[in-house]
Every structure is written in C-alpha cells, then in structure tokens.
C-alpha cells in the first residue's frame, strides 16, 4: 500500500477558439490589474500573440510584453523580465508560447513578488510565497508546463537546469486552443509531441508514481502514439492536433504530481550544455533510457508496450519488450528525430560533464531502476553510436 495526494489548482478550457475568450474568462477568475505578457521571440514574431494582447487592451488591461528569453530560459533572464514586472506594477503573468516561455513566466511570477534568483529557492534561502497569479496559453504540445507545479531554469554560470517546484507555481487558468498549434513547423511538432510522451511514461514509472498519475499517463501514452504522427504529417489536421493538446495535458497532470526521470536527466544535461531544445534532447535518449530500464523492471514495460499497442495483451512480457523498445526506435525514426551525434556541438570529450549534471540532477532518485554514473555513460554513448549495448541485445 502506498499513501499518495493529489492537488492542481489550475482551471483548464480546452477547445478551438478558446484563446478568443480570454479577456471574460480573466474576469471569471478574478484577474484584475496590470499584466506582464511572457512569450518568446519566435512567436512573437509570427504575430501569434497580437490578437490575444489587442483582446486583452480592447478590454482595459494595461500590458507589457517581454520577448527577451532562449528556448532552455536563463537565470538572467527570469531576473530580467522580474525587474520589469516590477517596474511597471504588474499582478498578473500571462505565458504564451512553449516550455520555455511558461517556465519563464513562472520564475517571473515567483521573482516579480519575492526577490532573489532561481537558486535562492533551489537552496532555501527564500521561500515560494505570495507568487503572482500565472496564466497559460500553450501553442506547442508538449510540455505540459501549463498545468504542472515546476519549472526548470538554466544557471547560465554553470549551465546547471535548476528544478523551481512548488504548488504555488501552477497556473491560475491554462487555456487549450488547438488553433495556436496550426502552423507549428513538423520537426518542433515531433521533438515537443515526444516530450509530451516521455512525460506520460516517466511520470507513470517514476519511483514516486502514483495511481492517479498512472490513469492519466495511460490515457496521455495511447493518445500520444496514436497522434503525433498525423500532427507531424498533416498541420492543419484538426483532429490531431486536438488530441496532441490533450495529450499532452494528460502527460502534464501526470508527471505534474510525481517526478520525471533520467531521460529528462540527460536531456536537460544537454540542453544546459549545448542550448539542444528540449523537446529534441528527449527524444534522442528516449529509446536508450527504456531499454537500460526495461532490463530492469521487464513486467513494467511489457505493460508500457501493451498500453501503446505495441505489443498485444497474448505476448510475453520479454517479447513485449522487444516490440516496445523497437516499436519506439521505428516511432521517433518516423518522425525523424535525429541521432545523438548528429545534434550540434555535441562532442563526445563532454561525455563526462554531461554524466556529472545528469547525476547532479534532483530526478535521478526517482528513475525506475537504480542508475549509475557508469550506466548514464553507457546510454550516452549508446544514443551517440545510434545502436544498443545492452546484455539483451534488444533491437
């Protein structure tokens, strides 16, 4: 038996058009007074987040907007966006964008109100306390980050990811528009949907996994795989990018409770180092990562492979295995997702700094199976080599 709890704030609108209604559903959730816009450059951009800031001014908000933020966020620039937030008065934080930009506006919110930088928090030197209220409008699907209680800033001195979690951090509101996802390019598409499905399986596998996570994960995991390679293929295919959305939702109130795990270990250890996106550095050790564990806790992933269709409920739990670990390889070579050594910059004299922030990182614990410094240089260098050295040999 296993006592766990449940909690998420956050009020959730999902649907086409949803993005349209945001100024009334701020007045329902009480919003009131000045409002920091967060996104990122890009979307900035393309002109995605003009008609919701005209919406916004049309009904009487005063507004800034900061752009100034990398696809794996600052320390610097959280602290950045904090002065300005509180030069222009702000109480309210609106996020639009990916990961990057939701992650920001949660540091803001945190930064804006509190003082300090990210590492104050990390280390206990200021509490998580009178956080602004943050609202989220995701335009990849992906990370999940509107409905989660984290959010991962890179130390730009070190190129540390430092993990800011607390409840106070979840969203106010996140609003699911499935429009905003229209014209995201296929290969952002591939790398964020695969991020949106390691989420649903680290945070159904992790060693502080829950049975509420796990309902949520189940449903995130069939949905994902089902999904993303329609997204991927057709853009404008509605029905799929629906359910990419929802999708990744499911992925975020799972992982949102329990942790993640060493995929996203070596993931935000490369980003770190390399500025690799996110979505992409996953990806890369997502098949790796399933196979060590997959040794290790074989009963677990036959389930895994049964519940994505990989394998059916007749086969053995060895066979089910095969068929998850190469199912997966076939799945993300679909999309296109590239090799490890194929990613810029990355050199395999940083093996070991890559190996020392994945220890470092406060998610290692929580993997499935017990990993060493000497297995995340085994998965390293087998996601660099495109091929496996793993005892079983699995495909």
Not at 60 to 68: A, C, E, I, M, S
Request: hydrophobic share 40%; aromatic share 6%; with cysteine.
């Amino acid at each position: 038996m296993q006592d766990y709890s449940y909690f998420c704030q956050t009020r959730i609108e999902m649907g086409f058009g949803q993005s349209q209604h945001l100024p009334a559903l701020l007045a329902a959730s009480g919003v009131k007074g000045a409002i920091l816009l967060v996104t990122d450059p890009g979307i900035a951009e393309i002109g995605v987040v003009d008609p919701i800031r005209q919406s916004l001014e049309a009904a009487g908000y005063q507004l800034r907007q900061f752009d100034r933020l990398s696809q794996n966020p600052r320390d610097t620039e959280c602290m950045e966006g904090a002065r300005l937030f509180i030069e222009m008065g702000a109480e309210v934080v609106i996020a639009i964008g990916g990961g990057s930009a939701m992650d920001t506006g949660k540091a803001i919110a945190l930064l804006g109100k509190n003082g300090g930088t990210p590492l104050d928090y990390i280390e206990g030197r200021k509490c998580y306390e009178r956080i602004a209220p943050v609202i989220c409008l995701p335009t990849t699907a992906g990370t999940g980050s509107e409905v989660t209680r984290s959010a991962v800033i890179t130390e730009e001195s070190t190129h540390r990811k430092l993990t800011l979690k607390h409840e106070q951090l979840r969203p106010r509101l996140a609003i699911l528009d499935p429009s905003l996802t229209l014209t995201v390019p296929p290969s952002v598409t591939a790398a964020t949907g695969v991020d949106a499905l390691v989420h649903a399986i680290e945070g159904s596998t992790c060693k502080v996994t829950h049975p509420i996570a796990q309902a949520f994960g189940a449903r995130a995991m069939q949905t994902i795989i089902s999904a993303l390679p329609s997204a991927y293929k057709e853009g404008q295919n509605k029905k799929a990018r629906f359910a990419m959305m929802e999708g990744s939702l499911l992925a975020g109130l799972c992982f949102g409770s329990t942790d993640v795990a060493a995929v996203h270990c070596l993931a935000e250890a490369l980003g770190g180092l390399y500025d690799t996106p996110h979505g992409i550095a996953n990806a890369v050790f997502l098949p790796y990562v399933l196979a060590f564990n997959a040794e290790g806790e074989p009963s677990l992933h036959a389930k895994l492979s049964r519940l994505m269709n990989f394998a059916r409920e007749a086969d053995s739990n060895a066979l089910a295995v095969e068929k998850l670990i190469h199912g997966i390889h076939e799945w993300t070579a679909a999309l296109q997702i590239p090799k490890l050594k194929d990613l810029p910059k990355v050199e395999q004299k940083d093996f070991p700094r890559l190996i020392e922030l994945a220890m470092q990182n406060s998610s290692t614990p929580s993997n499935s199976r017990t990993i060493t410094a000497a297995d995340y240089q085994d998965i390293i260098e087998a996601a660099y080599d495109g091929g496996f050295r793993s005892k079983k040999r699995l495909p």
